[in-house]
């Protein structure tokens, strides 16, 4: 009997059971520079390979993989850098695949970007993990969560699918200020959030 694909969920993960430095193989599905949709503004995206959660619907399969792609380099790195330096690059967006399972590429990243432009540039992710797991889980992700300014969370539930939505694709997702709530010590929404 094959089951209804809105009745299966994502895989949901254990706190510390999938781990960066088990999975990831540092690779990279894609840049996309100049883009206008991974967020607000003009930013720089990095598509990271890898992702266990195995949302059905997802819009990227087969960056699934963590194989998937290329092996992100120094060189890559450099013209990420090079590209979020232009005036009008409001800033660096992490997604993929999993970048909380690619925590070695995207802290090298980050930390760079902070090194080089401080608080003059954000930093948006997307995850299939929700604020809640992130807090219970590895080091190395509240790390890279300490670190980022705008959280989409959670995963793609495709019996909660609303294109309408912005900047994400499902109504159980939430857009996180990150300092906000880490400050707060609870989950504060972005305010710029159309209702």
């Known amino acids: 009997m094959v089951k209804n694909p809105e009745s299966i969920g994502p895989r949901n993960p254990n706190p510390k059971t999938w781990r960066a430095e088990k999975l990831s193989q540092r690779y990279i599905a894609s840049y996309k520079p100049f883009n206008f949709v991974d967020g607000e503004g003009v930013r720089c995206s990095l598509y990271v390979s890898g992702c266990p959660f195995d949302c059905p619907g997802c819009y990227n399969k087969a960056a699934q993989n963590f194989r998937y792609g290329h092996l992100y380099t120094k060189e890559l790195e450099d013209q990420i850098i090079k590209d979020i330096g232009q005036p009008y690059i409001q800033g660096l967006t ?24 401080g608080q003059t540039k954000d930093v948006w992710s997307w995850t299939g993990y929700t604020w809640g797991e992130l807090q219970q889980d590895s080091e190395d992700k509240r790390e890279l969560l ?32 990150v300092q906000k709530s880490l400050k707060n010590g609870q989950v504060v929404i972005w305010d710029r959030l159309v209702k």
């Not at 992490?94 to 432009?117: A, H, K, Q, W, Y």
């Not at 300014?149 to 200020?177: C, H, M, P, Y």
């Open 94 to 117: 992490l997604l993929g695949g999993e970048p909380f399972l690619n925590t070695e590429v995207c802290l090298s990243l980050v930390n760079r970007l902070r090194s080089e432009f």
């Open 146 to 177: 300490s670190k980022i300014d705008i959280l989409v969370d959670g995963r793609f539930e495709l019996t909660q699918k609303d294109l309408t939505l912005q900047f994400r694709g499902s109504a159980n997702q939430r857009i996180i200020d």
